[in-house]
């Protein structure tokens, strides 16, 4: 708390003056109707009271005048007396009332000093106290903050790792296939050249055309491609008829060129084996 | 930096894989292999005989039999001989493919006959591809006694379609003339058979000549020419009634009688204006008859166009009987249709529209030839010397015909493609005038 | 079996006269155009001017139709493949036949027309029909009169010869005169 009005201190200052004129303006200030009765000087009253005696006894003289005025003088001391001591114990109790008065407002005033006084130190406790939770909360808002970014760095650090490394593995992996299919490339360029390539691909068609049962439908200018999946024992695993310009007959007899066909010659030396063939029936007149 | 080393890295990833791509398919990819003939022969498959399962010795019909031999027939397939099967299951479950693939059939047809009740059968049967080891059809029917061989000729009309895409003709009629000595007279006879010959019947009969047969569209009804009366007239007989018409007996020649396609009208050939033979359309409600052709040379052996609005006809007004067509009412120009060779006539239109059988002069020989109507171009399909009467099965595949053998008059058949020959089993005596019924309406 | 009779007759009035008249037989067919004169004389002159119709007119030197060997006997009618035009060496006997029918009013005749068998039937009907129309337009020409001539056509259905031979063929292509 002193730190803060340390802190603060011209807040406080202001604050402090400010309650101040107020408790002031409070106590000089308002005062409510019982007080404006008491401050009525005594001869006003007399002389109200006597005017209106006067009047009474003008119209009293008047009245006795008619009557007995012996007894309208009876009457009249009694009455003075009986209103004078009226008037008398009147006045003390309003004097005593005002003084209870008094007393009482002096009290309240006091008392609601006090309660300014100690509600103006809660209120400013209060501030306080808030404005320090605020100011931590910031803080620690801010600390999480930096922590997460710092986070967020170290994952993308990670991350930019990871893809490096798997990037190096791709480009290893390519390489092995690569060199792998430039390996089986020469090979290949060699067997072709020796024209192996060749008569594995004439003995493909001698074994399908032995075994093409070709049907009266069947005209020259027919061309019809059948795609045909082998693995390496050369059976035959998979039969799909393409485009073709021959009707029904025709088409089931390719497929069953194909399929009496497997399993297909195996090539002269391994590397020439083909998974997938493009069979293209094309017979000539 | 970030965006920078992800970008490269991107990069050399999708360039490696171009480049891998490359190498690889023009190392891997398809070898291409390219037939260039094969072996023209029937098709080999087996029709396994049917099981039996009923009251008697064996089925009141061979169903497998008869499959067999439409099939062979058709000279597509070679039916396997029933002393080669080494098994003959009936069930699906008992087929062992590979049995089949050693004696080398491409397709596999199993059934069984069962009698429900006394005269009702149900008839069940599987056609197999063996090469791939799968069911291509499989089917059910009940049937009766009577019906079996007809039934049966459906189940070979279902295979035959299932395995050539063309619907079968073995459920179809054929109607011819025979002519034969018979003591001091010649018999002339109208007969119509089922397509392999079977259940022949006698239409009309006589001492006179019988010529030129029609179907009507229904296949109810036969047109013809009679010569009973010593002259020529023209019949429409119902041939479940046997009943008959004279729809035409005017003077001079009443001829070539041909249904239209929606069966109301006949054209047909007279010569009742001062002997002039030319062609008319007479509707057979009405009795209207309408000239169609108006020329001194001869023309005749009219024949509707498949859509009913035009003819094909024979003339020789250009000195040698050609084709021509005209438009189906009076007063339509004639055009001329073949232009190879000095002798086309006898027309008859395929069923899609698209060519016509013709006799054609061939050196010296008459043939059966096929014409592009639009082009008028020729392809001789037959090889006999006097081949005559050709009428098309209602696929449009096949071309039923008249020849001669050994100086005998007898039926034979040709493919469209002309590849496929076939002599029918010929009655005694002389055999002409083929016609091929429409597809049953049933 | 009338025929035959006046054929016998004829024979024996030939006979009875033989060894005289040599010019009676032969030569008349070859010589005679239409009309001309023959030995027998009487026949085709006897025919034309009396107009009586029916066989034994003017007596045994009428000949009928398919009988004798004068242009009246001749029954057939031949043609060329294909053709329906009267070849020349047919005009005498058409003329004779013309003559009789047209002397004979209440004599009727058929013309049947016929092809060989080649090419088409119905075809072949309507050549034979064209062929058999020649002939009665001729025959109309000789003064005969329509009711008098019937045709009909049998294109292929009935040869005369069986055989596929150009021989046969030439036999088969044909009318034929059919007198009742």
Known sequence: ?285 | MRMEIYRSWVGARVLTGIIGVLILSSAVGQLRVEIRRGVERPVPMAIVPFSWEGSGVEAPFDVAGLISADLGQSGRFQPMDLRDMVSRPSLPEDVSFQDWRIVEVDYLVIGRVIEDVPDRYTVIFQLFNVLRGEEILGFRLTTTGTELRRDSHRISDMIFESLTGIRGVFGTRIAYVTERQEGTEQQFRLIVSDADGANALEVARSSEPLMSPSWSPDGRKLAYVSFEGAQSSVYVQTLRTGARDRVSARAGINGAPVFSPDGRKLVLTLSRDQGNVDIYMLDLTTQVLIRLTRHLAIDTEAVWAPDGESIFFTSDRAGGPQIYNVPARPGARAQRVTFEGSYNARPRVSPSGDRLAVVHEDRGNYRIALVDPDTGLTQVLSDGRSDESPSFAPNGALIIYATQENGRGVLASVSVDGRIHRQIASVAGQVREPVWSPFPRS | ?180
Request: a negative charge.
């Open chain 1, 1 to 285: 708390m002193g730190l803060f009005l340390q802190q603060h201190r011209f807040a406080a200052l202001l604050s402090t003056a400010f309650h101040v004129v107020l408790a002031v303006a409070l106590t000089v200030g308002l005062n409510p109707s019982g007080g404006r009765r008491a401050a009525l000087p005594i001869e006003q009253m007399a002389l109200e009271a006597t005017v209106v005696d006067e009047s009474l006894i003008q119209r009293e003289l008047e009245r006795l005048e008619q009557l007995d005025q012996a007894e309208v003088l009876r009457q009249q001391q009694a009455e003075r007396q009986a209103r004078e001591q009226a008037e008398a114990a009147r006045r003390q109790l309003e004097e005593e009332q005002q003084r209870l008065e008094a007393a009482r407002q002096e009290r309240n005033e006091e008392a609601r000093q006090e309660q300014l006084r100690l509600s103006e130190l809660q209120r400013q406790r209060d501030e306080a106290e808030r404005a320090r939770i605020e100011e931590e909360a910031r803080l620690e808002r801010l600390r999480q903050e930096e922590e997460q970014r710092l986070a967020r760095e170290r994952e993308a650090e990670a991350e930019r790792q990871r893809q490096e490394a798997a990037a190096a593995r791709q480009r290893a992996e390519m390489e092995a296939e690569l060199q792998l299919a430039l390996a089986l490339e020469d090979e290949r360029r060699q067997a072709e050249e020796a024209g192996l390539l060749d008569e594995y691909i004439r003995l493909i068609e001698n074994r399908i055309q032995q075994n093409w049962i070709s049907p009266v439908s069947s005209h020259v200018g027919l061309e019809c491609v059948v795609n045909v999946t082998q693995i390496p024992s050369g059976d035959v695993v998979d039969v799909r008829v393409g485009r073709c310009n021959g009707d029904e007959a025709v088409v089931r007899s390719i497929e069953a060129a194909v399929l009496r066909s497997s399993p297909l010659p195996r090539p002269p030396i391994s590397s020439l084996f083909e998974r997938n063939l493009e069979v293209v029936f094309n017979p000539e007149g």
């Open chain 3, 1 to 180: 079996m009338i025929r035959s009779l006046m054929t016998l007759l004829s024979l024996g009035v030939v006979l009875a006269g033989c060894g005289g008249n040599s010019a009676t037989v032969p030569s008349s067919t070859a010589a005679s155009g239409p009309g001309s004169s023959s030995p027998g004389g009487g026949g085709s002159a006897g025919a034309t001017t009396t107009g009586i119709g029916g066989p034994g007119g003017l007596g045994a030197f009428q000949e009928l139709p398919g009988e004798g060997d004068g242009p009246l006997s001749g029954l057939v009618v031949y043609f060329d493949f294909d053709r329906s035009e009267i070849r020349s060496d047919f005009n005498e006997m058409l003329a004779a036949h013309g003559d009789y029918l047209a002397s004979n009013s209440n004599v009727q005749v058929r013309l049947e027309g016929h092809t060989d068998e080649r090419g088409s039937r119905e075809y072949n009907i309507g050549l034979g029909e064209q062929r058999a129309q020649s002939v009665r337009r001729v025959l109309l020409l000789q003064g005969v009169s329509t009711g008098q001539l019937g045709t009909v056509s049998y294109g292929e259905e009935r040869p005369a010869v069986l055989g596929s031979n150009e021989e046969s063929n030439s036999l088969n292509r044909r009318v034929e005169l059919v007198y009742p």
